[in-house]
């Protein structure tokens, strides 16, 4: 090669605009699901919402095309599905195209089962009837009835569920073995929640997408005085009693660090988070009144307020008073929670339809708001 033709840059990538997220839970998932939202109305993207007054698509049902509204008239033209879902690729792939990128999100199974007993302690006949999630993770299996497996979901291997497959399974190697291999092959990428900065740059990365695409402030967190803490025998327990979330997540860890070390390399990570973490602060400064998030009873404005669950208190966001048009409007995409955004987004999609009603005040009254 002339030395010329050394010096041409590389052909800048193009941003990729058909993407399929599996929104997991209790995994920052409805942090990731502002991102895509945000990124949908940035370059005016189609997305798969749930039909009617749903704000899932069907779950915990399996996953099939028509609980997309619109599926009959639109086909295969979305762009972007993310809402949560329990994942079956031969459905999905009716809804999304064929050159769809597809990921998710995991979390360390033992944070993972304290935030859903706090967060689906009213809900979950297993959590109910347990006092504290210790006393559950003693002998979970008293607490534990298959018979309410429908409701259950959320106290064993709840990813695995999420991902399609049977959550009571038996931790067979063979079984396990193929499952991985079977979710890598359906997904390009799998991101972990535990390193949410490095994840949120790698996606930038791979997406080919602006830094500002995946800056966010963290939704749908809860107070710190709700946690609980874990003794060193329920950590155990846990890796036990969800052993197929324990096993996917630590093969999911692995090979997230070695697609970062193919891909961008440690060095430009820790860079780019630094960058990421910057532009966040700056723009919390902007757009926010208190520099964190606030307990439920302090959120001034009640259509920002997010959905309440169980022993949780989930937090949110006041902005700024004195904020302009464009600012105003950019501040508020960050921190309106998911069933306000669905509900907005499906008003602007499907503007025939029946609102989705949050029993919130709307953010925007009418859309010509925008």
Known sequence: KSHEELLIPPTPCRAKTNVMFLKTHKTASSTVLNIMFRFAERYNLTVALPADQLFHLGYPRTFVAHFVEGFETIGQNYNIMCNHLRFNPLE?????????????????????LESSYIYYKDYVPAFRS???????????????????????????????FDFGYDNNAEDDTNYTRAVLEEIE??????????????????????LCWDLDDVIYFKLNSRSQDTVQTLTPESEEQIKAWCSLDWKLYLHFNQSFWRRIEETIGLEVLEKEVGHLRTRQKELMETCLSEQEA?????????????????AANILGYNLRQDLDNTTLRTCQKMVIPELQYTSYLYAVQHPHKKRKDVGLPLLWTSLQEK
């Open 294 to 310: 606030v307990r439920k009873d302090h959120i001034r404005n009640k259509a920002l307020l997010p959905f309440q669950s169980g």
């Open 92 to 112: 999905v792939k009716k809804v999304m195209a064929a050159n769809t990128f597809y990921f998710s999100i995991l979390r360390n199974p033992i944070p993972l």
């Open 185 to 206: 092959q359906n997904f390009h990428l799998i991101l972990i929640a535990d390193y949410f900065d490095e994840s949120m740059v790698l996606l930038k990365h791979i």
């Open 130 to 160: 347990s006092k504290n999630v210790n006393e559950f993770l003693e002998s979970p299996t008293k607490y534990y009835q298959p018979a309410d497996y429908r409701r259950n979901i959320y106290a064993r291997n709840i990813m695995w």
